[in-house]
């Protein structure tokens, strides 16, 4: 039997339908919306494995901060009515046969690199839910990103359009560039321009730093800021190899669950 395992960004999914509820306090809408939403993921993807992966609330920014202290430092707490409200759309959802992978220290992109990888490297069929860019790095022939809001996929040609570099060198891309959003500098006087012309000559960050064909106007920039660079595209790189604690067979679809 053929597997496709459909990973859902959780809180991705839920703080964009929340944000969008006319009462931020009335979670019984939320609860609805998602579900609503879930149903409609589930008929147009039929997956025989399914499991909803959320960053725990209360834990810290992780080992990326201790890379890059700034790291998510003035990210928005999470609002008290969804915090009080994340049981019971856990419990929503579990009853729809969708099961909840909680993060205990590690992001939760990390556990959904991990598992979306574990998966696609047997060449079984993955399709992750989100409109997180991040997750294109790890797109592959049986690996797929779907961005539900904006009804498109995120793939190579998308990722093509949008930065002008390969999937494979977004961490790269994203080392010279920063991410504004998570406070991640990237290399200062390089911007999306400069970063595409450097990754379309070469494949990496350590290739053209070790190259003397580099630009004059880009040398001198990485020469001040390698180490910046490094840890940049360090936190911009999705780990896939946490221990997960659980098999595919114990988030295989069968419908909801009574």
Request: charged share 25%; with cysteine.
């Amino acid at each position: 039997m053929s597997i496709h395992l459909v990973i859902i960004d959780a809180l991705n999914l839920i703080r964009r339908v929340h944000s969008v509820q006319p009462d931020p306090n009335d979670i019984t809408r939320t609860i609805e919306t998602t579900s609503r939403t879930l149903t409609r993921i589930i008929n147009e993807s039929n997956p025989t494995h399914i499991i909803a992966v959320f960053d725990h609330h209360l834990q810290d920014r992780g080992w990326r901060a201790e890379i890059l202290p700034e790291y998510k430092q003035n990210r928005k707490p999470m609002p008290e009515p969804l915090e009080k409200g994340m049981e019971a759309i856990q419990d929503a959802w579990w009853q729809q046969g969708i099961d909840s992978l909680l993060s205990d220290g590690d992001e939760a992109d990390d556990l959904v690199a991990t598992l979306a990888m574990k998966v696609a490297s047997h060449n079984e069929k993955v399709t992750i839910i989100s409109t997180d860019k991040g997750y294109c790095q790890l797109l592959s022939p049986t690996l797929q990103i779907r961005d539900y809001f904006q009804h498109r996929w995120l793939d190579a040609p998308f990722i093509e359009k949008e930065f002008g570099v390969e999937p494979s060198q977004l961490a790269d891309y994203w080392g010279l560039t920063g991410v504004s959003s998570s406070q991640v500098p990237g290399v200062p006087g390089v911007g999306p321009k400069a970063a595409k012309e450097i990754l379309t000559v070469f494949s990496d960050i350590e290739q053209a730093y070790a190259s003397d064909e580099l630009a004059k106007k880009y040398r001198k920039k990485l020469d001040e800021h390698i180490d910046l660079a490094r840890r940049c595209k360090q936190i911009a790189s999705l780990k896939t190899d946490i221990e997960l604690g659980f098999n595919l067979q114990d988030i295989r679809y069968s419908g909801p669950n009574a």
